[in-house]
């Protein structure tokens, strides 16, 4: 591979492949983002959520802990 680029200038080497590769895998590359960013939010949506309901759940059973025997 080295030999490939050997006689080439610089900015072949670290503008015009890369500016290349962006254009060919630049619609690859959004959608596993767009994924890794959904699943990430996804996510923290189901931590605040769970967290929401054990906070509710606790602050019910303690303002319910004269009448706990009724479970």
Known sequence: MR?????????VKW???PVIAFVVFGG???SVLGFLI??????LLFVAL????I?????FMAGSS???GDW
């Open 38 to 43: 959904g699943v990430l939010f996804k996510v």
């Open 3 to 11: 030999e490939i680029f050997a006689g080439l200038p610089w900015w």
């Open 55 to 59: 906070y509710v759940v606790r602050k």
């Open 66 to 68: 004269s009448s706990r």
């Open 50 to 53: 769970v967290g929401g309901l």
């Open 28 to 30: 690859l590359i959004a």
């Open 15 to 17: 503008v015009a492949v």
